[in-house]
């Protein structure tokens, strides 16, 4: 199955700085990109879908000056989190569809990066 | 708007015994899809099973089968012969067959499952 990979799988900033978070699809050309969000022992809360070459879609009460969303290549989708709080420490995940999928329907998922802010 | 309820937040069961878990899920669209992911304590995302809302067949994997009842919005899953590897947060998953590309999952808040030895 198609592959997608996080970089870094954990990060700690300190408060008021801020970090990015990669997201690439390893063997596959992905043109819709999707971030997520997830609170211990909770469900994934859809942050924003990421276009190639467009600007990202962010879902409601999701501040995109905060969570700034680029999706620059076709394999590639970065999540940057600006000016850092610590309330702003969760686990992030990014999927990615795959268009080769003959259903088209499924999305693969990242491994994470859980992100602490200090 | 389409919501996914699961009612139960925890579950258990004996290793190598059966456990259904529930799912129930709220459109007003005929097409669409539903899955079970599971995230084991890596809290990597794998796709257990899917089901395409225009097929009455329930679909199966291996020790995996859904019972897919379209009328009562309803899409459980069944593990037969449950193994330790099998314990796991599963969530199930509702999207839609319109708009394309940038169709979104809509997640249940989840089910944790626990296997006794």
């Known amino acids: 199955g198609a592959v997608v990979s996080q970089h870094p799988s954990w990060v700690i900033c300190k408060s008021g700085t801020s970090v990015k978070i990669e997201c690439r699809s390893l063997d596959f050309q992905a043109t819709t990109m999707f971030w997520y969000r997830q609170f211990p022992k909770q469900s994934l809360m859809l942050m924003a879908t990421?276009?190639?070459?467009?600007?990202?879609?962010?879902e409601q009460g999701v501040e995109k000056d905060k969570f700034l969303i680029n999706h620059a290549s076709l394999t590639l989708s970065t999540l940057t989190v600006t000016s850092a709080h610590p309330e702003d420490s969760s686990f992030y995940i990014c999927?990615?569809?795959?268009?080769?999928?003959?259903?088209?329907?499924?999305?693969?998922f990242g491994p994470g990066t859980r992100l602490t802010v200090t | 708007a389409q919501t996914v309820t699961q009612s139960q937040p925890e579950m258990s069961v004996q290793e190598a015994e059966t456990v259904t878990l529930s799912c129930t899920y709220d459109?007003?669209?005929?097409?669409?899809?539903l899955f079970w992911y599971k995230q084991p304590p890596s809290r990597q995302m794998i796709l257990v099973i899917r089901?395409?809302?225009?097929?009455?067949q329930n679909a199966t994997e291996n020790r995996f089968s859904v019972n897919f009842q379209k009328a009562a919005k309803s899409f459980s899953l069944k593990i037969s012969d449950s193994q330790l590897g099998d314990a796991a947060m599963y969530f199930c998953a509702y999207r839609t067959d319109y708009g394309g590309a940038t169709n979104k999952l809509i997640f249940g808040t989840g089910t944790l499952l626990a296997v006794q030895p």
């Open positions: 459109t007003s669209e005929s097409d669409y899809y």
């Open positions: 999927s990615a569809r795959d268009p080769r999928d003959p259903g088209g329907n499924e999305q693969y």
């Open positions: 990421s276009n190639e070459g467009s600007k990202a879609t962010y």
């Open positions: 089901q395409e809302a225009y097929k009455q």
